[in-house]
């Protein structure tokens, strides 16, 4: 007790503070850097992707592609802006790749990260299809991405996911992750990258440049047609993200070549 020491010991400064114990440290350092981030990616990626199969689950015919583009597209923004100084924000595979790349995400953390969002996208479309009317859900395959019908309309599907989700990656990387370019908007920069993204690419390839969006509604309506595009074509852009900035436009940290003196 306080009122049990001497004037000796205060005077002398001599009472010390108990600290906690090393053990709960690292417990805590343990949690937060590892189990805590995938438990937001999952929680992220699950809210977006049911925000984003409920708009498209729900969509009128006299809005087009205007409510999916604005749904996604302020979900992502809102769940980047609330966790994502948890995991970085990104509830996407492919964001995941390309912030590896650029050095904002550790390769042990990769894998995680993936199965976290892959997880959340399921339990998202799980959860639009459990508040959904069966008719409309059916009517919707799902939110499952139904635009390429034939295999003549593959080449320019692929090529339109690459350059969308150049887009997307693009702005999470130079945004959040490049220190030169951050700023304070990021969150919601990335969000209306996704509404210009599905706004001008919904018709070619229904733009989803991310695979956890196309695999969550996939396996809860068992539509596989033309999957493999909505991986591809993400990946290969994270690849050419990770490209660009690591050799030309990332600031003198990230930037592999010519970093002067």
């Known amino acids: 007790m306080f009122t049990e020491l001497s004037m000796c010991d205060l005077e002398s400064g001599s009472v010390k503070v108990k600290e906690p114990s090393n053990r709960g440290r690292c417990h805590g350092c ?9 438990l937001v990616e999952l929680l992220g990626s699950a ?5 984003g199969c409920l708009s498209v689950i729900e969509n009128g015919p006299d809005t087009g592609r205007l409510q999916p583009a604005l749904a ?15 995991s970085g924000g990104h509830f996407n595979p492919a964001v995941s790749l390309a912030a590896m ?8 953390m990769l894998f995680p990260y993936w199965i976290s969002q892959l997880c959340g996208g399921l339990i998202g479309a799980a959860l639009a299809k459990a508040v959904s009317p069966e008719e409309r859900f059916w009517n919707a395959t799902g939110a499952a991405f139904v635009t390429v019908q ?18 997307l990656v693009l702005t999470v990387c130079m945004g959040a992750i490049n220190e030169k370019t951050l700023g304070p908007l990021a969150p919601f920069c990335i969000g209306f990258s996704v509404t210009v993204d599905i706004l ?24 596989w047609d033309f999957h493999w595009i909505y991986w591809l074509g993400p990946f290969l852009a994270s690849l050419l993200v990770g490209v660009l900035i690591r050799f030309f436009i990332g600031d003198a940290k990230i930037r592999l070549i010519l970093k002067g003196r």
């Open 101 to 108: 790349l650029v050095g904002g995400l550790k390769l042990t």
């Open 30 to 38: 343990w949690y937060e850097r590892l189990v805590q981030p995938c």
């Open 150 to 167: 034939e295999s003549e309309q593959v080449a320019g599907a692929v090529v339109a996911e690459i350059i969308l989700t150049t887009l």
């Open 72 to 86: 996604h597209g302020l979900a992502l923004g809102l769940v980047i802006a609330t966790l994502g100084n948890i």
């Open 47 to 51: 809210l977006f992707v049911f925000i």
């Open 200 to 223: 001008a690419g919904g018709a070619v390839s229904g733009a989803c440049m991310n695979p956890a969006r196309a695999f969550g509604p996939a396996m809860v309506a068992n539509h």
